[in-house]
C-alpha cells in the first residue's frame, strides 16, 4: 500500500521560512518523480515544484528563487524548503509521486502565511 505522508506545515509570518517534508512508503522510491502542489481556497491545484528520478527541478514561476526542492533517495523523502513566504502561498501542499505506472498523492499539509 503505497503511502504519501507530509509534514512541517503551520502559521509562518510573511518573510518567514518553512521546510515540509514528505515521506513516501510501499513504493520503490527511487522510480518515481516527486512533486509539491498546492492549492488555495477556491483555486485550482497547480504545481509548485518538481523533480525528476535524476534530480533535474522545476519550478512554478511565482516560487523560483524562493522555494528549493530536494530529494532523498536513501530515505524515501522529498523536501520542499520555502524561504521569503508571502500571504499568497497559503495554500494546502501536496505531495505527488508519479510513474509509468501510476500516480500517488499525499493527505496534504496546510500551510498559512499571515501577520
Known amino acids: 500500500q503505497v503511502q504519501l505522508v507530509e509534514s512541517g506545515g503551520g502559521l509562518v509570518q510573511p518573510g518567514g521560512s518553512l521546510r515540509l517534508s514528505c515521506a513516501a512508503s510501499?513504493?520503490?522510491?527511487?522510480?518515481?518523480?516527486m512533486g509539491w502542489y498546492r492549492q488555495a481556497p477556491g483555486k485550482q491545484r497547480e504545481l509548485v515544484a518538481d523533480?525528476?528520478?535524476?534530480?533535474?527541478?522545476d519550478y512554478a514561476d511565482s516560487v523560483k528563487g524562493r522555494f528549493t526542492i530536494s530529494r532523498d533517495n536513501a530515505k524515501a523523502t522529498v523536501a520542499l524548503q520555502m524561504n521569503s513566504l508571502k500571504a499568497e502561498d497559503t495554500a494546502v501542499y501536496y505531495c505527488?509521486?508519479?510513474?509509468?505506472?501510476?500516480?500517488?498523492w499525499g493527505q496534504g499539509t496546510q500551510v498559512t502565511v499571515s501577520s
Open positions: 505527488k509521486a508519479r510513474a509509468y505506472d501510476g500516480i500517488y
Open positions: 510501499g513504493l520503490t522510491f527511487g522510480r518515481y518523480a
Open positions: 523533480i525528476t528520478r535524476g534530480g533535474s527541478t
